[in-house]
């Protein structure tokens, strides 16, 4: 016969752990308790859904489709890295510090930018930033060009793994603009700006000097996709072939695709199998990366054709 003082135990630490268990789904919320992430995403999914049916108009629950956007971009903002958002190493624009006044103003007026990194050899080793306001005021007071390390200010480094949202804060606090990207080795492996972070909430910001924004795949006349290596996989998936995009590899972009279906950086001329059936061929490389390909769709096989099978001997 069961002990009553065992049953009354067992009856304090089981409300016990029901307590304890209340509290940590009050407090944190339970397993299938929605975030106030998700929470917010619902309301604003059910308010559009009910606009589309009601109104179908472009202002649903006093937000225009621009605001909505903006709101859904800033709940996720928080789950990126800096590596979800750096311009990668190969479209870093830099200079040495070894460049002369001259060519440090050429390459301002060519790139566009307001800030310019500074490197020491080799992109890896990055010194500093240079800022086109520094260059202007040389040129406005009709000085003699200083050294170049005169005019130097220092980024930020950051790494690969750390959030957006610390990364916002701390150039805010450090009134810094640009920030260095670095991988394990402490080698560059891209950049981040104010502006890049900016544009992941409001969307893509183009001001008068920046280029009319160019396809990065376009659809030949002989059925091919003439691509940039720089074109998401994601978007070629989502526009070509969902295949495409499916890869076990922690790859982005078709170029990063090419390389792992090729297990080298491919060369023009090379030609690669993909398990859809598509077959990549590069057409602009250099011995560092891919720059340009052609997707050529796979052979549609019609079952009812006779197979083509070489002569009876």
Request: net charge negative.
């Amino acid at each position: 016969m069961p002990d009553d003082r065992d049953s009354s135990s067992r009856s304090e630490d089981d409300s016990r752990s029901g307590l304890l268990a209340g509290l940590k789904t009050w407090l944190f919320g339970g397993d299938k308790e929605p975030s106030l992430r998700e929470q917010i995403e619902e309301v604003i999914d059910e308010a559009e859904e009910e606009g589309d049916d009601r109104r179908g108009g472009n202002i649903i629950g006093g937000l225009s489709p621009i605001e909505r956007k903006m709101v859904r971009n800033l709940l996720h903002f928080g789950e990126q890295t800096v590596d979800d958002v750096a311009v990668p190493r190969g479209e870093i624009v830099a200079i040495p510090e070894s460049a002369s006044f001259a060519e440090v103003i050429a390459l301002f007026a060519d790139a566009g930018h307001s800030r310019l990194p500074v490197y020491r050899e080799t992109l890896d080793e990055v010194v500093g930033m240079i800022h086109v306001k520094d260059v202007f005021a040389v040129l406005a007071a009709g000085q003699a060009p200083p050294p170049l390390l005169d005019l130097i200010r220092q980024p930020l480094y950051v790494p690969q793994s750390m959030d957006v949202l610390d990364l916002l804060a701390e150039m805010r606090a450090k009134r810094t603009h640009l920030a260095i990207v670095i991988d394990e080795y402490s080698g560059t492996e891209g950049l981040v700006t104010f502006e890049d972070l900016v544009e992941e909430i409001v969307g893509e910001v183009e001001d008068e000097h920046d280029d009319e924004p160019t396809a990065l795949f376009v659809l030949g006349e002989t059925g091919c996709w003439e691509a940039d290596a720089r074109a998401e996989l994601d978007d070629i998936g989502e526009a070509i072939d969902p295949r495409l995009a499916d890869v076990e590899e922690d790859v982005d972009t078709l170029g990063g695709l090419s390389a792992v279906l090729a297990g080298h950086v491919p060369e023009v001329g090379e030609i690669l199998l993909h398990p859809s059936g598509w077959r990549i061929e590069v057409t602009e490389a250099d011995e560092k990366r891919v720059h340009h390909l052609r997707l050529h769709p796979p052979v549609e096989v019609d079952p009812e054709a006779p197979l083509d099978r070489p002569e009876d001997f």
